[in-house]
């Protein structure tokens, strides 16, 4: 733990973390934001390949590994060696979690599955993200979050129900499978001080996204109803779409209860709306919902989107912009919040990134620096933790297993 930051709650938890792309390293990024310390294990020479993903460079370097390893220390091993796996087996002692994300009985094939790692530490808890999870007949089939999507139910509501499915825009089936490992990996920690053993977190990366489907399985089991693609509304729940503006942009309003329809036509200048039979009650507007949407549409064109935001405001509607990063970095809620801060890196100076979340109020999570150079913490952890000498850092980097 660093001196120069109050104490975070994950402070006393140390993390090994193998493999590479997003479901693993996500999970590690989040025990890393609450003061874990965070190893990540790193093939020498190239490093994970998420020091290259990202839409965009500056100076040379891509943004998204900056955010994904921020808080880490970065150590480089070549897992695929037998010095390599000796090396992991060395560091399981001294830790409290193995994360890895690699396709169900990797580790196994190298000697460094569940069974022999236990056995070193019988309080360990790995924590195991793949596409379909260890066990099923599909535990051995290629999966990245992209499949997971497809298959936990996300992509086939997700677009509009006269085009094909679509993309969410960002890598959600990671995401939230790394989310749900990392709050099994606290659940198991929290377990581990009643018994003192630990235990496996297995998730599958289609399995995050199930847990999201709300009642689309009972729906389907009890009626036969399968959900389809809807576009921006919430079938029979209206008002609640984006509706143009003045100035171009679209706007979000929600006002689908009663008391809120009812502000929201007084603010339209049409309060007769919240009486019309066709619209004054829920499962009348959710019959109409379309004539609705245009006839709140028609009205919204005529301002623009700070113009809305004011009234919406004023008669206590639910309603925004759309937002971008431009707008987030200027909003006062977001300032006053410090949903975004800036972190200082070598190399790029201050970068903007998304704050902890959530927040604590006696001990928050931090972000002490961003995304370490690949294998800049070797000596710190192969001396330091294992005490390694000088000569054996040389060998190995002779050999190329670190």
Known sequence: MSSQRPPRPLDDVRVLELGAFLAGPFCGQLLADFGAEVIKVEPPGKGDPMREWGHHRY???????????????????????????????????????????????????????????????????????????????????????????????????????DRPP???????????????????????????????????????????????????????????????????????????????????????????????????????????????????????????????DDLIAAWTLNYTADQLQVMMDEYGVPAGRIYTAKEMLSDPHFIARQSIIGVHDPDLGEIKMQNVVPRLSATPGGVDWTGPALGQHNREIFTDLLGLTEDDLAMLQAKRVI
């Open 59 to 161: 100076k040379g370097r891509t943004l998204w590994w900056p955010v994904l390893a921020r808080n880490k220390k970065s150590i480089t091993i070549d897992l695929r060696t037998p010095e390599g796996q000796a090396l992991v087996k060395r560091l399981v002692p001294h830790v409290d979690m193995v994360l890895e994300n690699f396709r169900p009985g990797t580790l196994e094939e190298w000697g460094l599955g569940w069974e022999e790692l236990h056995a070193l530490n019988p309080g360990l808890i790995m924590i195991r993200v793949s596409g379909f999870g260890q066990t099923g007949p599909y535990r051995d089939k290629a999966g990245f979050g992209s499949i997971g999507e497809a298959m936990g139910g996300i992509r086939a509501i997700t677009g509009f129900p």
């Open 166 to 292: 679509t993309r969410i825009g960002i890598s959600i089936g990671d995401s939230l499978a790394a989310t749900f490992a990392a709050l099994g990996a606290l659940v198991a920690l929290h377990q581990r001080q009643r018994s003192g053993q630990g235990q496996v977190v297995d998730i599958g990366i289609y399995e995050g996204v199930l847990a999201l489907m709300e009642s689309m399985i009972p729906e389907y089991q009890l009626t036969g109803h399968i959900r389809e693609r809807t576009g921006n509304i919430l079938p029979n729940v209206a008002p609640s779409n984006i509706y143009p503006t003045a100035d171009g942009s679209w706007f979000v309003i929600g006002a689908n209860a009663d008391t809120i329809f009812t502000r929201l036509a007084q603010a339209m200048g049409q309060p007769e709306l919240a009486t019309d039979p066709r619209f004054a009650t829920h499962q009348a507007r959710g019959e109409h919902q379309a004539e609705l």
